[in-house]
Each structure stands twice: as structure tokens, then as C-alpha cells.
């Protein structure tokens, strides 16, 4: 499986600003996920980021207030745009497993928004 | 209704108890089933991965489809107070996207 890293594991912001969240694999991955997990919730798909072509958002999350970036096949950018207290969460990025379903999960990002 | 429901717990068993995590989904396009461990602070960390109805087993877990009832199971035998943790089921069909259950909090008293 990929070593994945985020940066940073956790802030604290004030509201009104914005937070860039990066995450870092050890190997090329052609699919990569951004994740929001909110207090005592499950994992909802933020949206799809792939290599060379604009990342897919699900519905709910829009491109204004989460604009990703995805440069190469290693790393891929999340920022949290004019952030509320409800932006308070932990945001996880993914990689495919390669050739099936599978995901594997960074450490994730703690963000609280005051 | 919600794609996948999990019974969020909590669940608490004294050591060597057998852990039964169950969920339900409502989406027969779901193809691929996962079980997630998440410890406290930490990203979820891929424990099962099966596709087909049956049986699999990984040491002390077993992972059980039923795809006829739309019923996914997690058992844990022998459990220790490592294993304690929130427990996520996770299911796909072909596109890659996850859907997650809420996820079950699992103690093991020593």
C-alpha cells in the first residue's frame, strides 16, 4: 500500500480565511480523493482529483470553496476557501488501490474554525 | 434512507470476546466491500477487502457478504484491547467512489 502525508495535521483558523491542505504519496497514483469526516460523522466524498484534468466534486462541494489542485501523480492540494465554524473537520485525502476499489487513507487533517 | 447504515455503537466486550460489526445497504450496484479500522486521531487504515458473496478470513478476522440481503459482517475472534477502535464499512461499485457506514466504536476491556 502508499505512504500518504498530509500537511498540516492540524490548524486552527480564524473564519474568513482560507486553508491549503497538502497531501504527499511515495508512488504515482492516478486517482486521488479529498475526504471530510465532520465531529462523530462517517467519511463523505469531497470530490475526485485526477492527474492533467479538472477534479470532479460531488454533490454539496462546489469548486469556490474547495479548489484542488493536482500537479503530478504524487501530490494533490485541498483548500478550505472563506471558512466557517461548520468547516471545522477532519479532511482526509485518498489514493486508489491500484486495479480495484480499494482506497488508502492519510493521517488526515484537523481543522477548527473559530 | 441512507446508502449504507451502520449501527454506530458504542460496543464494549472484555478481551477474547468475539466483535460482530454488521451494515446494511440499500444499493445492489455495490460490487466491492471494505472494512476500514480507524484508530483515534488517525486516518482509516483498510483491514478487509472482498467482492464476492461468502467468507474471508484474515487471522482473527472474518469478513461475511450476503449480497441476496444486502448485509455485510466484520467478526473479530480473540479480541484485545488493540483492536479498540471505530470499525467503518465501506462499499463501491465501479466509479471508485467509497460509501461509508458511520462507523461502529469498538472498546476491549483488559
Known amino acids: 500500500s502508499a505512504v500518504i502525508s498530509q500537511k498540516p495535521s492540524r490548524d486552527i483558523c480564524q473564519r474568513g480565511t482560507s486553508l491549503t491542505i497538502q497531501c504527499q504519496v511515495d508512488?504515482?497514483?492516478?486517482?486521488m480523493f479529498w475526504y471530510r469526516q465532520q465531529p462523530g460523522q462517517s467519511l463523505t466524498l469531497i470530490a475526485t482529483a485526477n492527474q492533467g484534468s479538472e477534479a470532479t466534486y460531488e454533490s454539496g462541494f462546489v469548486i469556490d470553496k474547495f479548489p484542488i489542485s493536482r500537479p503530478n501523480l504524487t501530490f494533490s492540494t485541498l483548500t478550505v476557501s472563506n471558512m466557517s465554524p461548520e468547516d471545522s473537520s477532519i479532511y482526509l485525502c485518498?489514493?486508489?488501490?491500484?486495479?480495484?476499489?480499494?482506497?488508502?487513507f492519510g493521517p488526515g487533517t484537523r481543522l477548527t474554525v473559530l | 434512507q441512507k446508502e449504507v447504515e451502520q449501527d454506530p455503537g458504542p460496543l464494549s466486550v472484555p478481551e477474547g470476546a468475539i466483535v460482530s460489526l454488521n451494515c446494511t445497504y440499500s444499493n445492489s450496484a455495490f460490487q466491492y466491500f471494505m472494512w476500514y479500522r480507524q484508530y483515534s486521531r488517525k486516518g482509516p487504515e483498510l483491514l478487509m477487502y472482498t467482492y464476492s458473496s461468502g467468507n474471508k478470513e484474515d487471522g482473527r478476522f472474518t469478513a461475511q457478504v450476503d449480497k441476496s440481503s444486502k448485509y455485510i459482517s466484520l467478526f473479530i475472534r480473540d479480541s484485545q484491547p488493540s483492536d479498540s477502535a471505530t470499525y467503518l464499512c465501506a462499499m463501491a461499485h465501479n466509479d471508485y467512489k467509497l460509501s461509508f457506514g458511520a462507523g461502529t466504536t469498538v472498546t476491549v476491556r483488559a
Open positions: 508512488s504515482q497514483v492516478t486517482m
Open positions: 485518498s489514493v486508489g488501490g491500484g486495479g480495484t476499489d480499494t482506497q488508502y
